[in-house]
């Protein structure tokens, strides 16, 4: 019997079979989890990290479920929080491969996605920096003020469902807290939410775990049910990416990247007819 090469090994687990009907990425964030209400939360250094990360994959486990349940026979899911290592792989549903450790590349929090899917799944999704009454919003590492590509400001879950657009693929659902969901809802229109808690301020009001996982279930297994309603969100090229950033610092960095274009007191833009090539330099100045 022979053995595949590792590289090809990889490309037979990611390839959807021949027979697939619907292979879904499940993109798992962590500040949208259900309890979560500080950053301390989700920080390895910190003693609620060990906890929140099992209530991560909990959640994560219960998109699987759904997934499952409306016919998906490949489900891939993408730790993308962070270090990218949060997710517990013992506990994860044995019928998902886990994507984790951090990529260098545009994909990032939606690696691998391409249009071999049909679908992507948001869990624990946060809004943008600035959202009044939203539970941890930031951009990315939070030293970007703002994030816009085309005039369109966008929170993380904007971008990576502009990345899976390219692909032709649809976001098809959200958890996190209650602005996240309103924001996207906002900008891709027709998209299942399940809003796990809610802000007073900068409190969080949340539901008990097992019935956000329950939630979480049954709207990921709903909105795959409806997959044909959902379409994939796009924006015309060449894409303009205007950054607001935090400091001089972080503004004088960014203009060292070529192309990179000082625009305001705390802006940069960035213009390509490559999306993927504006995410690489959003990476590079964040």
């Keep these: 019997m022979k053995t595949l090469p590792a590289i090809a090994f990889l490309h037979f687990l990611l390839a959807a079979p021949a027979t697939a009907q619907l292979k879904v990425l499940v993109s798992v964030d962590m500040e949208g989890i259900a309890g979560v209400a500080h950053f301390s939360a989700?920080?390895?250094?910190?003693?609620?990290?060990?906890?929140?990360?099992?209530?991560?994959?909990?959640?994560?486990?219960?998109?699987?479920?759904?997934?499952?349940?409306?016919?998906a026979t490949t489900v891939i899911v993408r730790d993308a929080h962070g270090s990218k290592r949060n997710l517990l792989p013992e506990e994860l549903r044995q019928e998902a491969l886990l994507v984790t450790g951090v990529?260098?590349?545009?994909?990032?929090?939606?690696?691998?996605?391409?249009?071999?899917?049909?679908?992507?799944?948001f869990v624990g999704y946060h809004a943008k920096a600035g959202t009044p009454d939203a539970i941890l919003e930031h951009v990315s590492t939070g030293t970007v003020r703002d994030l816009s590509i085309n005039g369109v400001s966008m929170l993380e879950g904007g971008y990576n469902a502009l990345i899976a657009g390219l692909y032709d693929v649809?976001?098809?659902?959200?958890?996190?807290?209650?602005?996240?969901?309103?924001?996207?809802?906002?900008?891709?229109?027709n998209i299942e939410t399940v809003a796990v808690k809610q802000a007073i301020g900068s409190v969080a009001v949340s539901?008990?775990?097992?019935?956000?996982?329950?939630?979480?279930?049954v709207g990921v297994e709903k909105a795959l049910r409806s997959i044909d309603s959902h379409v994939p969100y796009k924006l015309a090229a060449p894409y303009t990416m205007r950054l607001e950033l935090k400091s001089e610092s972080l503004i004088s960095k960014?203009?060292?990247?070529?192309?990179?274009t000082r625009t305001g007191s705390w802006a940069v833009e960035y213009t390509s007819d490559d999306l993927l090539e504006v995410m690489n330099a959003f990476n590079a100045v964040k």
């Design 170 to 189: 649809p976001v098809v659902f959200v958890s996190g807290d209650e602005a996240a969901c309103n924001q996207l809802t906002a900008l891709l229109g």
């Design 207 to 217: 539901v008990h775990p097992a019935v956000a996982r329950e939630r979480i279930r």
């Design 254 to 260: 960014a203009t060292l990247y070529p192309g990179m």
């Design 42 to 71: 989700t920080s390895e250094s910190q003693n609620q990290y060990s906890y929140f990360r099992r209530v991560m994959t909990k959640e994560a486990n219960a998109a699987i479920e759904g997934a499952l349940a409306a016919g």
């Design 103 to 121: 990529d260098p590349g545009p994909k990032n929090m939606v690696l691998p996605v391409d249009d071999t899917f049909d679908a992507v799944v």
